[in-house]
């Protein structure tokens, strides 16, 4: 029967090429399984930002041998920290504190050196761009499940949903869970060259929004900005502008930030987050990853970190030519409490960092000061559920900076 020990070749399926598909099929791949990716657009070029990977996805990163050479080329953030709209510093960080409280640091590089270093690691002809796939069976035990493509369907011993906070492989498996839903602000990214003066990497809390500037390797800068504002809005001029009208009066160097952007330098959208946990993150013969599994506010950067996670976890416990249904119950054990924690945990933050009366503010910004000067393990103690997991398999490579245990950490 596929999927069992006596089954020729088992196949994986991952319908997604982000991040966290990517990781998957690598993953799977190491492990044993042939793998096809299939990807509705008709590259894999991501969309123009950054992303922070905190220690937690580099050691899962280590399993695949893939942590140093993205240390390579990332940026490390030093010191740093949050601060007011007037430019005051609530909260300073330093490398040697997160490395101290985490055994890491959080490195940051574009989203499309990430995917190049990923689509590397896989033979062209596994991955499948232009490609509209659909779930039309789950499978299980005695059956493949079944992807439905332009070319025919494709039957498969395991399918991954990496598919996107639009998920229509979440939907197939759990038609009556909630959509999504508006976290209530819409988010701003974009890459500009640096500006000439040098700034320490910060987010800024102002009124009913945040900013967040940090340099890349190559001397370029990410920035972000999130405001409260009605689902489904626009600029009427343009996203640039919009900023500007927003965070033009905001600290140095946040104007110089905005000056330095074209109008289609700026991208935006409106956040959402799965707020409701699925009851689990498989069904049939099928694992979700990913948004499709546990979309989150980025209000704690860690979605593209959880799908790295997911992905490293499932290839663990979704052995080839083993129990495959026990395999994907043990993922979904692991994987949906902290999800879910880390979902509320974001949502939480985000409405700490999104406050609008000015003396629930006032009173934010002061206790914030007060636990920076108690010591930065204060305030890097929240955290700690986060950035310091474990893979549950050792990395396959030396990866000094991030080392894994042999074991998963108990759930907290």
Same mark, same amino acid.
């Given at each position: 029967?596929?999927?069992?020990?006596?089954?020729?070749?088992?196949?994986?399926?991952?319908?997604?090429?982000?991040?966290?598909?990517?990781?998957?099929?690598?993953?799977?791949?190491?492990?044993?399984?042939?793998?096809?990716?299939?990807?509705?657009?008709?590259?894999?070029?991501?969309?123009?930002?950054?992303?922070?990977?905190?220690?937690?996805?580099?050691?899962?990163?280590?399993?695949?041998?893939?942590?140093?050479?993205?240390?390579?080329?990332?940026?490390?953030?030093? #010191?740093?920290?949050?601060? %007011?709209?007037? =430019?005051?510093?609530?909260? &300073?960080?330093?490398?040697? +504190?997160? $490395? !101290?409280? /985490?055994?890491?640091?959080?490195?940051?590089?574009?989203?499309?050196?990430?995917?190049?270093?990923?689509?590397?690691?896989?033979?062209?002809?596994?991955?499948?761009?232009?490609?509209?796939?659909?779930?039309?069976?789950?499978?299980?035990?005695?059956?493949?499940?079944?992807?439905?493509?332009?070319?025919?369907?494709?039957?498969?011993?395991?399918?991954?949903?990496?598919?996107?906070?639009?998920?229509?492989?979440?939907?197939?498996?759990?038609? #009556?869970?909630?959509?999504? %839903?508006?976290? =209530?602000?819409?988010?701003? &990214?974009?890459?500009?060259? +640096?500006? $000439? !003066?040098? /700034?320490?990497?910060?987010?800024?809390?102002?009124?009913?929004?945040?900013?967040?500037?940090?340099?890349?390797?190559?001397?370029?800068?990410?920035?972000?900005?999130?405001?409260?504002?009605?689902?489904?809005?626009?600029?009427?001029?343009?996203?640039?502008?919009?900023?500007?009208?927003?965070?033009?009066?905001?600290?140095?160097?946040?104007?110089?930030?905005?000056?330095?952007?074209?109008?289609?330098?700026?991208?935006?959208?409106?956040?959402?987050?799965?707020?409701?946990?699925?009851?689990?993150?498989?069904?049939?013969?099928?694992?979700?990853?990913?948004?499709?599994?546990?979309?989150?506010?980025?209000?704690?950067?860690?979605?593209?970190?959880?799908?790295?996670?997911?992905?490293?976890?499932?290839?663990?416990?979704?052995?080839?030519?083993?129990?495959?249904?026990?395999?994907?119950?043990?993922?979904?054990?692991?994987?949906?409490?902290?999800?879910?924690?880390?979902?509320?945990?974001?949502?939480?933050?985000?409405?700490?960092?999104?406050?609008?009366?000015?003396?629930?503010?006032?009173?934010?910004?002061?206790?914030?000061?007060?636990?920076?000067?108690?010591?930065?393990?204060?305030?890097?103690?929240?955290?700690?559920?986060?950035?310091?997991?474990?893979?549950?398999?050792?990395?396959?490579?030396?990866?000094?900076?991030?080392?894994?245990?042999?074991?998963?950490?108990?759930?907290?």
């Amino acid at each position: 029967m596929p999927g069992t020990a006596n089954s020729p070749e088992p196949h994986a399926v991952v319908i997604g090429g982000g991040i966290g598909g990517l990781t998957a099929a690598i993953g799977l791949r190491n492990a044993g399984w042939r793998v096809t990716v299939l990807e509705r657009a008709g590259s894999l070029e991501p969309i123009g930002s950054g992303i922070g990977l905190a220690p937690n996805a580099q050691r899962a990163l280590d399993v695949l041998g893939l942590g140093d050479r993205v240390r390579e080329l990332a940026a490390w953030e030093g #010191a740093g920290g949050v601060r %007011a709209q007037d =430019g005051r510093w609530l909260v &300073r960080t330093s490398a040697a +504190a997160t $490395e !101290r409280a /985490f055994g890491g640091t959080l490195v940051l590089l574009h989203r499309a050196t990430l995917v190049d270093l990923l689509v590397a690691e896989l033979p062209a002809d596994c991955l499948r761009t232009g490609v509209d796939a659909r779930l039309t069976d789950p499978g299980g035990p005695g059956r493949r499940a079944v992807v439905t493509t332009g070319d025919g369907d494709i039957e498969a011993d395991l399918v991954v949903g990496a598919d996107g906070i639009n998920s229509a492989v979440r939907t197939a498996l759990f038609p #009556a869970h909630p959509a999504p %839903a508006y976290t =209530g602000f819409t988010a701003w &990214r974009l890459i500009v060259p +640096a500006p $000439e !003066r040098p /700034f320490a990497p910060h987010e800024t809390w102002g009124r009913g929004g945040v900013w967040g500037t940090h340099p890349l390797k190559d001397g370029r800068v990410y920035a972000y900005a999130t405001a409260l504002v009605p689902e489904g809005g626009r600029a009427p001029d343009s996203e640039k502008a919009e900023l500007e009208r927003r965070f033009a009066r905001w600290h140095d160097p946040i104007p110089a930030i905005i000056a330095a952007a074209r109008p289609e330098d700026v991208l935006r959208n409106d956040v959402r987050h799965l707020i409701e946990p699925l009851p689990a993150h498989h069904r049939g013969r099928v694992a979700l990853i990913g948004d499709a599994a546990h979309a989150m506010a980025p209000t704690l950067a860690q979605g593209g970190n959880q799908a790295i996670e997911d992905a490293v976890v499932l290839a663990h416990h979704a052995a080839p030519r083993a129990d495959l249904f026990a395999g994907l119950a043990a993922y979904s054990a692991a994987r949906v409490p902290r999800t879910t924690a880390i979902v509320r945990k974001a949502a939480r933050a985000a409405r700490l960092n999104h406050l609008t009366g000015s003396p629930v503010r006032a009173v934010r910004d002061t206790l914030l000061r007060t636990a920076s000067r108690l010591g930065p393990n204060l305030i890097l103690r929240g955290f700690t559920s986060i950035a310091d997991w474990r893979p549950p398999q050792p990395p396959y490579a030396a990866g000094t900076g991030s080392g894994a245990q042999e074991r998963e950490p108990a759930r907290r």
